[in-house]
């Protein structure tokens, strides 16, 4: 094979920095090939998609809310897969902590509850996304099954579950039968941060997240633990540390992360519980996770990133006319070439020029 | 008759199932975790909607499904063999990839409609009662997964490339040791599970509903990598698996008609919930037991020199 990887001495500082923006640059130069392949103007296309949306006071403030609850998770992801522990059911945990926090919601709609609703809301959708996300880590440390899997399951039943709800018990008796509960009371709603945007405080919340995370990621024991666990796990043992109860602990973080964006999606921008809450956010975030290093900080650029391929295809749906699928498509690709050039942070690609057959053949 | 039409429309759930976890088993017995086996098939289902949509044939279906499975595992080989990358994160990119993908692909043929196709009918062989039917009146890929099983079966114990397939898998430096080429051992081993993946997405649309919607394996491809553990990473076991979890799938679909008043919403999540008390039950068991599986699985491979 003349191209091989050899492995770095040490890793490169350079290429770490280098990497998310050249896997970004690899992404537009593919996505303008495909935007030709369907008969679009490649440059105008990439420019609806990405530049476009940065240009309008509204489409800016749409690109906040849109990263909320992408960086919350993300960050939560992130933890986890620093240790090595792969929770890829965010979705699931965000759609239980929405329900959580809904059942307080409906339970208190239009009975003059005072202003402990929203507080309560909240708590109820972080606990119920942690639990919720302690299920598979139960099953992974105490059974030994593959937390990949049984996370992803879960997924499924809490959109099941959701169904449910508001198909049946927690419909709206006004709602002209549509699956969906009663608006929420101005007490059990998140609030707006400016009059005319749809910008709300959970954004102030997804920014705490990710500095309470790059603290305890960099300047803590836990921090270190979580380091250690996920790159050298037999040093960690010897140090003592136990990697079951960092499952259960990682799992917790992030599942109560994205049961606490559930619950602000529902209560913030949305205002009502609903099937199609969310638009693949748990999914995406694991993109937004390792687009951005698997770093807090990183997490948070990444997630407005991402947020930015959102906000761009809707837009490039009335303006292009392509399918919204297109925005999958793209985070797809963008995480493959995410993956790649991260690979050569720790690997170089060399050439082999082939060698003589006279030198290879046996003699 | 009641029984003969359960059995065959288990038979009919099931064979996806069973197609995607044969074609997962032989890549994960060469010490490779493909995690995108939903993306690979919902691509195969696109595709090969589209292939027959224009052919008007269901070969011609089939292959174009399987083409785009192997297509989609060409580039997780790529990037997890090529450049060494995370198995577990590349298989996730693989699926989120091929969601889009299909979507974008199957857009246009939403709501249009194929022959579906055709059953074997053998003169009175076919007209056998309760048997007749079940045996030998199944569609073309009921047949193939039978076949794909025994060959399986009889390529990873009875042959001398099984062995090496199963030596690279449980150690790869040993086999490259040896002088095995691990990697491309690997590659046709990625390959060949990407074209079973590829062939069991386009049988949803192609034999199981003669429609194509977006999104139609609804998780049927991480239910396959579940079975792949459940069976211990051994094809006859896959055959017990698989039935079993079509049986679940359409039993539940039995008792949504019954109208039993359990709300339809629990029936529908009956499968993944299915799912993860089979991976607890069946990983507990397998604590006591030692693992079944292969020793490198999901381990990052590069050859020094």
Redesign the interface.
Known sequence: MP???E?RQERSAAIAVISPLLAIALTFATMAVVFAAIGKNPLYALYVYFVEPLTDGYTLSELVVKATPLVMIGVGLALC?IANV?N?GAEGQFTIGAVAGSWIAVATNGTNAGHWVLPAMLAAGTVAGALYAM??AI?KV?????E???S???V??AD??M??LV??PWRDPHGMNFPTTADFDPVATVPTLFDGSRVHAGSIAALIVVMLAAVILGRTIKGFEIRLVGAAPRAARFAGFNANQLVVFTFAISGALAGLAGIIEVAGPIGHLQPGISPGYG?TA??VA?LGRLNPVGVLIAGLFLALTFIGGESAQIALKV?L?????????L??YV??C??LI??R?RFIAPQPRAATGSA | MIVEAIILSVIAASTPLLIAAAGELIVERSGVLN?GVEGMMIMGAACGFAGAYFSGSTIAGALCGIAAGTAMAF?FAA?TL?????Q???G???T??????S??IG?AYVGQGITPAPHLYIPLLTDLPLIGRILFGQDAFVYVSAALIGGIWWFLYRTRAGLILRAVGDNHASAHALGYPVLRIRLCAVLFGGACAGLAGAYLPLAYTPFFI?GMT??RG?IA??LV?FSSWRPIRLVGGAYLFGAVSILQLHAQALGLGI?S??M??LP??A??IV??????T??TAGSAAPASLGMVF??D?
């Open positions: 191209l091989v990887l492995r897969y792969w890829i299920i598979p099953c105490r059974f030994g099954a593959s990949i899997l049984t992803l399951m879960l499924y039943v099941f579950f169904d449910y198909r049946g999914f694991i993109i390792f399918p699928d297109l925005t999958k498509v793209i985070q797809g690709i995480l493959f993956l790649a991260d690979s720790v690997y690609v | 995690l580039v990037l090529g450049l060494a990358v995370n577990v994160a590349t996730l990119a693989l989120i990839l091929g969601v889009g993908l979507g974008l857009a977006p609804a998780g991480w990598l579940a553990v709300p919403q629990l529908s999540s993944y919930l799912t993860v991976l607890v039950l069946i990983s507990r397998r604590a590069v050859p020199r």
